[in-house]
C-alpha cells in the first residue's frame, strides 16, 4: 500500500525557514519515470504547485517561492524534502506531499505551515 507521510510543519515568524519532510513507503520506483512535488492548499483558494523534482533531478518551482525554495530527494528518493526560507504570510497553507509514476497520482495527507509573528 502506497503512503506518503509529510512532516516538519509548525508554526514559523515571517522572515524564518522550515524543512518539510516527506516519506514515502510502499512505492516501487524501478526505472520509471516520476514526478516527486509539493503542493499547498490555503483556506479558500485552490490547491497551488510548489515545486517539482523529476527523476532525472530537474526541478521546477512556482514563481511565488523561486529563490526560496529548494526541493530534493533522498538518495532512494524513498525521502522528499522542501526547504523553504525567508517565509512571507502569504505561504501559510496546508502542504501536501504528490507522487506521479505509472500513470497514478498519489497524496499525503498533508502538513500544515503558519507564518505569523
Known amino acids: 500500500q502506497v503512503q506518503l507521510v509529510e512532516s516538519g510543519g509548525g508554526l514559523v515568524q515571517p522572515g524564518g525557514s522550515l524543512r518539510l519532510s516527506c516519506a514515502a513507503t510502499?512505492?516501487?520506483?524501478?526505472?520509471?519515470?516520476?514526478?516527486m512535488g509539493w503542493y499547498r492548499q490555503a483556506p479558500g483558494k485552490q490547491r497551488e504547485l510548489v515545486a517539482t523534482i523529476n527523476n532525472i533531478g530537474n526541478t521546477n518551482y512556482h514563481d511565488s517561492v523561486k529563490g526560496r525554495a529548494t526541493i530534493s530527494t533522498g538518495n532512494d528518493r524513498r525521502m522528499m524534502y522542501l526547504q523553504m526560507s525567508s517565509l512571507k504570510p502569504e505561504d501559510a497553507a496546508v502542504y501536501y506531499c504528490?507522487?506521479?509514476?505509472?500513470?497514478?497520482?498519489?497524496w499525503g495527507q498533508g502538513t500544515q505551515v503558519t507564518v505569523s509573528s
Open positions: 504528490n507522487v506521479k509514476l505509472d500513470s497514478r497520482d498519489y
Open positions: 510502499g512505492i516501487s520506483f524501478g526505472f520509471s519515470a516520476f514526478v
